[in-house]
């Protein structure tokens, strides 16, 4: 079980209320088809996604990050460590296996640190 400190909890939800979901949710989510490309056989139902600008620019892979970074804010409400296990097992049924929670978990990490490249310091990541 994770333990937050207070100054945690208020350096991502800080860090958090400046992101756009849609920017980076769409870069983090559109990502993962690119750099790990078997996983694109479990998103067949989101139409084209045979090079890299089809990918980036496909709405469906745009509409389902909204859905899952938006799970992620939630989950950012609530860091109470009883509340985030029961928002990250939600977070993890969006996905089509549990694997890709870590991955995206990394694309997310690697987007922030892109857009928020000062502020995304040591202590925010690990945080």
Not at 23 to 41: D, K, M, N, T
Not at 82 to 105: I, K, M, Q, T, Y
């Amino acid at each position: 079980m994770v333990h937050f400190t207070t100054e945690e909890k208020a350096a991502v939800a800080s860090l958090w209320a400046k992101v756009n979901v849609e920017v980076v949710g769409g870069e983090s989510l559109a990502r993962l088809p690119i750099f790990c490309p078997w996983i694109q056989r479990f998103c067949d139902s989101f139409g084209n996604l045979c090079t890299e600008s089809a990918i980036m620019g496909n709405p469906k892979v745009k509409a389902h990050s909204r859905k899952v970074l938006n799970s992620f804010g939630n989950a950012i409400k609530h860091m109470d460590p009883e509340n985030l296990r029961v928002s990250s097992g939600h977070l993890c049924a969006l996905f089509f296996h549990p694997g890709f929670c870590a991955l995206l978990g990394n694309m997310i990490l690697i987007v922030l640190a892109t857009h928020f490249s000062k502020e995304f310091t040591p202590q925010m990541q690990a945080a």
